[in-house]
């Protein structure tokens, strides 16, 4: 079953523009990572946030964390043609016990196309 | 390149047919989890292992088997093939904590026809 649920599914923009992706989750996480796919490629991580964490930046990536409302963001600033993938959000169950612990459940995803 | 190796790329099979798939972890890396990938289905987390022993199952069908190795490389095998079954199969690796990045290989593409 999918946890996350990402907004939206599809964005188009130019090259130079902001980014940004939604995603919602339903059940107590204890992190929740962003993950990045290419075409038919496998999926590369981006960034992860401890559920105590409101917000974290890597690059031009900024992520925000909202555990009342169950929800994330991910922004992606001065977006470039190479940024052009599927982005996916995932969380790990924070009543995972043991050394289930590190089982993500993933989203559908947003597929991202930025134009030159 | 994530260090996680999956062979082979393609498989094309026949409904009925039975097939496996490798994956080798980044080197360090105890968990390995397999993943479905498929258009309708998105990511399905299948079954995970640690320091070959079955940690957590998802949703992985009866006619799908995992183990993990003492050297830790990992296979997933598929049996009784079905159409449906067609999809793309990612292995991924991570120390196993609670709060690890997983490290993705490129997957095996398998065809049923």
């Known amino acids: 079953s999918q946890q996350g649920e990402e907004d939206p599914q599809a964005l188009s923009i130019q090259e130079g523009e902001n980014a940004t992706m939604n995603c919602s989750y339903k059940?107590?996480?204890?992190?929740l990572q962003w993950y990045r796919q290419n075409s038919g490629r496998g999926l590369v991580h981006l960034i992860l946030?401890?559920?105590?964490?409101r917000e974290k930046h890597s690059g031009r990536l900024r992520v925000t964390l909202d555990t009342s409302k169950k929800s994330s963001s991910l922004l992606i600033t001065a977006s470039r043609a190479a940024d052009t993938a599927s982005y996916f959000c995932?969380?790990?169950?924070?009543?995972?016990?043991?050394?289930?612990?590190?089982?993500?459940?993933f989203g559908q995803g947003t597929i991202l196309t930025v134009h030159p | 390149d994530s260090g996680v190796t999956q062979t082979p790329k393609h498989l094309i099979t026949a409904t009925g047919q039975r097939v496996t798939l490798r994956c080798s972890p980044r080197?360090?890396?105890?968990?390995v989890y397999w993943y479905q990938q498929s258009l309708d289905q998105g990511l399905q987390f299948l079954i995970q292992?640690?320091?070959?022993?079955?940690?957590a199952k998802g949703n992985i069908l009866e006619r799908f088997s995992a183990q993990q190795f003492p050297d830790l490389h990992s296979e997933l095998n598929l049996s009784s093939l079905e159409l449906g079954d067609s999809a793309l199969y990612f292995c991924?690796?991570?120390?196993?904590?609670?709060?690890?990045?997983?490290?993705f290989g490129n997957g095996t593409r398998l065809t049923v026809t």
């Open positions: 946030i401890r559920s105590n964490e």
């Open positions: 292992y640690y320091n070959g022993e079955e940690r």
């Open positions: 991924a690796s991570s120390v196993g904590g609670a709060s690890s990045p997983l490290h």
């Open positions: 080197s360090g890396d105890l968990s």
């Open positions: 059940t107590s996480i204890n992190n």
């Open positions: 995932a969380t790990g169950d924070a009543n995972a016990g043991g050394t289930s612990y590190g089982k993500l459940t």
